[in-house]
């Protein structure tokens, strides 16, 4: 058995916070005991139980990131599964969810349960999209229900945006029928000259028009639209604009099923990161304005946005080192995404560690249908033990990439072990 001890167990599923000793005997939890219990007292008299001593840390679910690319199979020169899930592990996530943009794409029902079956060696939760449209061109619906059944818990054509409105209304129709959410890169091309930065000042400077938040906003807009003649349940991706922010509180206000979420870059940083940072802030919505970064906090605190994902995307270092027009978006953030977090909402007061950990657990995995994201006895055994207050050093990453501004700098909540299915598959005491 594996007995965590004294641990200050934080879990928003149930609204527990306090010390919690918890007992884990192969891939469930046993029991969760407060101080002092008898019945762990005698565990701990048989010296073939492993303790893990958590005083003055917290303990709460594993992380859940319903937003990740592993770029594999086809791209893994940038990442694998296998390296992805070790850069999730270390940022304490045992559930992850892979993006399917993928060549072969995460259109057919072979390469769904290929990418799983290799997820299965990787100790962690490895979950998988189906995407939207056939090699996602926007031109024709996937067999839906084929790829549901081979695994896939979710639809997204990520990285491209839907921009046929009846397309959209079909596959809206077919996904709730199956009970799936779509999930949804809103950028319109027609508005955008070159992605990755805003259209602003600091892309006039660089000498690029870049793409303004119409192109983002204008889609929201018609999906949130197109959700509610429907009834299906969408998600929008990555949001970046306070107008979009806006445009999903009114509509879950009215009852729409519309969910959102927010990366630690867009809550974190702003357009100006470009200046210091180069391609390494450039992704796809691109960072905005210092109002719409407060206006994703505020959604945040508000539960408008109820899903923090990282949009981990590892790209090779010579791909990156291309003129700022020429570089692909996106950076990793698998490592990163909870210190971001203590960091930019708990630090700050904007948000408690408890909504926090919601937005990084319970909360997608909700959303998206996976058992995952809670601590309760005869539950899956998936855990992260931190230090909300201790500092790290992010000097090397865990992933086959390191495209990211964070790298080099000192952040606060270090992370003692993940623990995914009863094992401790990340570790540094």
Partial sequence: MLIIKNGYMVDPASGT???????????????????????????????????????????????????????????????????????????????VIMMGNTEPHMDNVETIRDALARGTKTGLRVYTCANVTRDMLGKELCAMKELIDAGAVLFTDDGKPITDADLMERACVEAAKLGKVISLHEENPEFITDNGINAGEVAEKLGLKGSPRQAEVSMVERDIDI??????????????AAESVDLIRNARK????????????????TEKAVLKY??????NPPLRLESDRKAIIEGLKDGSIGIIATDHAPHAREEKQKELRLAPSG????????????????????MTLMEL??????GPARVYGIDAGYIIEGGMADLVIFDPNAEWNFVQSNSKSSNTPFLGERLPGKIYDTICKGQIVYEDR
């Fill in 17 to 95: 916070e306090g010390i919690r000793d918890i007992v884990i005997d192969g891939d469930k939890i046993l029991k969760i005991c407060k101080e002092g219990s008898d019945f762990v007292a005698e565990l701990l008299k048989d010296s073939s139980n492993k303790v893990i001593d958590a005083t003055g840390k917290t303990v709460a679910p594993g992380l859940v990131d319903g937003h990740v690319h592993f770029r594999d199979p086809g791209f893994t020169y940038k990442e694998d599964i296998e390296s992805g899930s070790k850069a999730a592990a270390r940022g304490g996530f045992t559930s």
């Fill in 227 to 240: 959700a509610e003649k429907t009834g299906a349940h969408i998600v929008v991706q990555h949001i970046s």
């Fill in 254 to 269: 009215r009852g729409v099923k519309v969910s959102a979420e927010a990366t630690p870059h867009h809550f974190t940083l």
């Fill in 278 to 283: 180069g391609s390494l802030a450039k992704m």
């Fill in 331 to 350: 950076i990793t953030g698998l490592e990163t995404s909870l210190a971001l977090g203590i960091r930019e909402l708990v630090n700050t007061g904007y």
């Fill in 357 to 362: 950990i919601d937005r990084m657990t319970i």
